[in-house]
């Protein structure tokens, strides 16, 4: 796999205006996305994983201020040339020219209120193609109908004149991703694509997006709540809790050797069939309320394994490997020793025993 970092995330921290103040709702978070590569960000509602990529597209909300930080996008222009820019310092009208849909584009949850109800979705396809492509109608109802192939659905001619609510929600997904691809873009950004549908096409959906990213070389993010989705699509994960980045690593260890006990909480709320408890377990308590930022660990009051510094102060990143780091001072040389969790330790091992079978 290639090592190009094509999109680099240093330091963002975003705050929104509200009624009842100030929200600081992104907290200098990093992120690192390679050509090729699939980054998923992983977390609770609220967490801040959707704001983050918001920030990415150009797509803050009015009342969002950006504080700090810099979104660095390397890309080759049309004569060939290496750019690298930081998006944001591009006007939201650049950003439509230049990057959004050509470059960078991103499939919603609910395909609903992505698509215009009142448009056939071949129209809606042929759009985006004649905004950033020099093409004839003809050839862009062409691309339109080469891309209804694309993501599988069939009798495309027929298709190309629905409108949206004559398709499942399935088909709609789909035609979300042909819209999203229609300018050929090289970094697709998914915020739960599969969330409104139900396992079987799920599944499909995963699947589908994966074969178009190896046939289009494609860098795709995954945002979701869901680490079933994440263990099926990931190379690299993020799990980001109350607007900062507090694990990172590949999917193995991420999903093998976790470190920060989010992490735990979030793998032990898996279900699993196999397990000896008859509940499915919750992390107790509810992320804290950003509107009043909390001294120290923002995780310290759901953390079981809490020690007195994470009242007082918030953790660094601490080195693990090449590529994992967490932020806990459960990885300070001076912590106590904190092993896993016993029944997280053994559905783990269940699981990678599973996988090893099905290699």
Request: include cysteine; charged fraction near 25%.
């Amino acid at each position: 796999m290639c090592a190009k970092t094509i999109l680099k995330i240093s330091d963002l921290d975003v705050s929104f205006r509200t009624n009842a103040g100030v929200v600081h709702a992104i907290r200098g978070v990093d992120l690192d996305l390679q050509h090729g590569e699939t980054v998923a960000i992983v977390g609770e509602s609220g967490s801040g994983k959707s704001v983050t990529m918001k920030a990415v597209m150009g797509l803050l909300d009015s009342n969002a201020t950006v504080n700090s930080g810099e979104i660095l996008y390397t890309y080759t222009d049309e004569s060939g040339v290496e750019q690298t820019v930081d998006l944001l310092k591009l006007s939201k009208k650049q950003l439509r020219q230049n990057i959004n849909g050509q470059r960078i584009a991103m499939v919603f949850q609910d395909p609903m209120t992505s698509l215009d109800p009142t448009m056939p979705i071949g129209k809606q396809i042929m759009e985006g193609i004649l905004i950033h492509k020099s093409v004839s109608r003809r050839d862009a109802e062409a691309r339109a109908l080469e891309l209804l192939r694309l993501v599988g659905i069939a009798d495309a001619e027929k298709r190309f004149k629905n409108y949206p609510h004559q398709l499942s929600g399935g088909m709609r997904q789909r035609v979300v991703i042909a819209i999203a691809l229609a300018a050929d873009p090289e970094i697709l950004i998914c915020d739960e694509p599969t969330t409104a549908l139900d396992v079987t096409i799920q599944a499909k959906i995963l699947e589908l997006i994966k074969s178009i990213q190896e046939k289009m070389r494609l860098s795709v993010v995954y945002i979701t709540h869901d680490l079933g989705v994440v263990a099926k699509v990931a190379d690299y994960v993020n799990v980001m809790y109350a607007g900062r980045i507090v694990e990172v690593g590949n999917v193995n260890e991420i999903f093998y050797d976790p470190r920060h006990p989010y992490t735990w909480g979030l793998l032990s709320a898996m279900p699993d069939i196999e397990t000896d408890d008859d509940r499915l377990y919750s992390i107790p308590g509810s992320p804290p309320n950003l509107l009043h930022e909390p001294e120290g660990d923002a995780f310290a009051d759901r953390n079981a394994f809490a020690l007195a510094i994470d009242k007082k102060a918030a953790p660094p990143m601490f080195q693990i490997t090449e590529t994992h780091s967490a932020a806990t001072w459960l990885l300070h040389p001076d912590a106590p020793k904190i092993e896993l969790p016993q029944e997280l330790k053994t559905r783990l091992e269940r699981a990678r025993k599973e996988v090893e079978k099905s290699l």
